[in-house]
């Protein structure tokens, strides 16, 4: 089966750092978009950043700056590290993996349990 499995989430002060993880199994994640996504309570789930299988990435506007995504196809992992931390970054953290294709029964699309992210003093 496939499974993503975050880590790294916790309480971390304003202006601190932290590196969340993400392992996949059951997928070669060298052929999928792998993302991390955030929900704020009350609010809408978001994009945080992703990273394509050529290693292309993309950020948010509000973590410009401030985050970085990576991947390890030989691992099958994914890592996003945030620094100047703010308390609006407070969320859910999930990561995904994203198998796109013009057919339809080809594509996936998966999604961790999530991490807790608190940011506060």
């Known amino acids: 089966q496939v499974q993503l499995v975050e880590s790294g989430g916790g309480l971390v002060q304003p202006g601190g750092s932290l590196t969340l993880s993400c392992v996949a199994s059951?997928?070669?994640?060298?052929?999928?978009?792998m993302g991390w996504y955030r929900q704020a309570p009350g609010k809408q789930r978001e994009l945080v950043a992703l990273?394509?299988?050529?290693?292309?990435?993309n950020y948010s506007g509000s973590v410009k700056g401030r985050a970085s995504i990576s991947r390890d196809n030989a691992q099958n992992t994914v890592s996003l590290q945030m620094n100047s931390l703010k308390p609006e970054d407070t969320a859910v953290y999930y990561c995904?993996?994203?198998?796109?294709?013009?057919?339809?029964?080809?594509?996936?699309?998966?999604w961790g349990q999530g991490t807790q992210v608190t940011v506060s003093s």
């Open positions: 995904n993996a994203l198998r796109p294709s013009p057919i339809a029964t080809l594509r996936r699309n998966y």
């Open positions: 059951g997928i070669m994640s060298s052929i999928y978009t």
């Open positions: 990273i394509a299988s050529d290693g292309t990435t």
